[in-house]
């Protein structure tokens, strides 16, 4: 591996299936990529980790394989960004460096009662009752945000809290000033960085927000939340920029140095950019004004839409969240989600509806008239519009003619339902968004013919479909470059910026009105599975 003097950038997504890194030149080719599944383990029904040792090495693996696969030397990589799974955490000591547990993921249920128990609480109902009436007066969105304010086990406050009360080493850590807390994006710049030898903790907007412990007016963690779950403040990591020059620190390249077959000293990267993975996804795809929308179809459905300087407080199915800071400025936008979308897809593979997920597309078309079937997804309870964590998982309609094709169709086209619903809730509350005439598209499933069509049907709106799935892995790497000053703009890197495939809505309105029908009858099955949990 020889050192080319080309310019190219390293970008990595840490996410919650796969690993994935890529180079791209400063002319705007992927010269390389590579992957490795995440580590994923539960060790019980309620508990869901990633183990962070297995982690730590497949990150290694990923980065060294695409820099071979690349035939890229290190000292040609100007820079790279980090960009991570959100709302998962993992506490280690400050003298050691050791972590006292497996990183708990966004899925984690331990601490389900707590959270139940919290939401429940006087504290909690109280600030619920006095920001209602302030925010009626003032319009204030901060005051919006409380009086719709409910606690449940997605971000991290609550599983810290509940971890500082159940593992002894993690309490006992706190008491002695020894404990460090961190997202994922804090904890792998720390092992980047050297580990303990250069102590680097940190973070940036686009993760912190999923801590629940940081205030988005204030832009500092909130003391009444730290009180009021009890965690030490002097765990946390410091809050900087999603882009700098310094703040992030550098990768040490000593930790593959087995990779280059020299004892040649090879300088460190420079660590110019960190973001949440679907605020990656939102740069790459190129969602930086008001109102641009996007969609990725990876371990769920993530609709994003840039809502600008001002967060949307709702609640209402819908959550507040940071595209990313720049230059000391925020930018926000809204999400809905829905958790289930590779899940719902592997489950077939799995039930022999189909050998390869790729095949889906055809099938989907192939497959006869499927009358009343419906899929519901619900392997992680229903969200958007339903929002029932306890909604049971399974066909109804079924008829003794419908076989594996039909059952296919059925899943694929509770995906798109499922992308439906989220933006016809945008609409409703953001009246804006009904002039967003353009969704962009990105991960695994976005490949599916069938279901990007049927979206586009669906809302009405054109479908953008990038080249690369991997847009979180090039978002960041853009981000990171425009920091390190290898391009000047998204221009430079066209050729994997704009769009290989679009989808448009082109249906009569017969045709229409009966794909509408079956989205209606769809959200009607889901009823009739909501609760279902409860009442077993």
């Known amino acids: 591996m020889k050192s080319t003097n080309i310019k190219t950038v390293l970008g990595i997504d840490v996410g919650t299936t796969t690993i994935k890194a890529i180079i791209v030149s400063e002319k705007g080719d992927i010269l390389g990529s590579s992957h490795l599944d995440t580590p994923v383990s539960v060790p019980n029904p309620l508990y869901e980790e990633i183990q962070h040792d297995i982690l730590w090495e497949r990150v290694l693996s990923v980065i060294k394989s695409c820099l071979k696969n690349a035939n890229t030397h290190p000292r040609d990589v100007s820079c790279m960004g980090l960009s991570t799974l959100r709302s998962s955490f993992i506490t280690w000591s400050k003298e050691t460096g050791k972590p006292f547990h497996n990183i708990i993921t966004w899925k984690d249920q331990r601490s389900h009662k707590l959270a139940e128990q919290c939401d429940k609480g006087f504290q909690l109902r109280l600030l619920r009752l006095i920001s209602a009436p302030l925010y009626a007066i003032t ?208 489950w077939g593979k799995r039930m022999g509806f189909y050998q390869d997920p790729n095949e889906t597309s055809a099938i989907g078309y192939e497959s006869n008239d499927i009358d009343m079937l419906c899929f519901i997804p619900a392997f992680h309870g229903l969200q958007e519009p339903f929002t029932d964590p306890r909604a049971g998982c399974g066909f109804i309609g079924l008829k003794k003619d419908h076989g594996t094709k039909e059952m296919t169709r059925a899943i694929l086209e509770s995906i798109a339902f499922g992308a439906k619903a989220i933006v016809d809730r945008v609409e409703e509350q953001l009246g804006y968004a009904k002039n967003t005439k353009e969704i962009k598209v990105d991960g695994g499933a976005s490949k599916n013919d069938f279901m990007m069509e049927l979206v586009a049907e669906l809302t009405g709106k054109t479908i953008l479909r990038m080249p690369s799935s991997d847009m979180s892995a090039i978002g960041v790497g853009l981000m990171a470059g425009i920091q390190a000053n290898v391009w000047n703009n998204r221009d430079s890197l066209n050729p994997i910026l704009l769009p290989n495939k679009i989808f448009k809505a082109i249906s009569t309105m017969e045709e229409k009105r009966k794909l509408i029908s079956r989205y209606q009858t769809w959200k009607k099955a889901c009823k009739h599975f909501s609760g279902f949990y409860s009442r077993t």
Not at 172 to 182: C, I, V
Not at 190 to 212: A, D, Y
């Open 139 to 346: 319009r204030s969105k901060m005051h919006q945000l409380r009086k719709n304010y409910h606690l449940d086990t997605t971000l991290c406050n609550v599983k810290l809290a509940w971890m500082l009360r159940n593992n002894k080493e993690v309490k006992k850590s706190a008491e002695n000033n020894d404990l460090m807390f961190g997202t994922l994006d804090s904890w792998l710049l720390f092992k980047l960085n050297g580990g303990r030898t250069n102590n680097v903790h940190v973070t940036e907007p686009s993760n912190v927000i999923s801590t629940g412990l940081w205030d988005m007016f204030t832009q500092a963690y909130s003391t009444q939340l730290l009180r009021y779950f009890d965690i030490p403040g002097t765990i946390l990591p410091k809050i900087v920029d999603s882009s700098s020059p310094h703040d992030f620190g550098t990768f040490d390249c000593n930790i593959i140095q087995d990779i280059l077959r020299t004892s040649d000293t090879i300088p460190n990267i420079p660590i110019t950019a960190v973001m949440a993975d679907q605020g990656a996804s939102a740069y790459g795809l190129g969602c930086t004004k008001k109102g641009d929308m996007k969609l990725t179809f990876g371990t769920g459905t993530f609709f994003n839409m840039n809502t600008g300087k001002e967060p949307h407080c709702t609640f209402d199915g819908l959550w507040p969240l940071i595209c990313w800071k720049q230059q000391g400025i925020l930018d926000f936008f809204v999400e809905g989600h829905v958790y289930a979308t590779s899940a719902s897809i592997e």
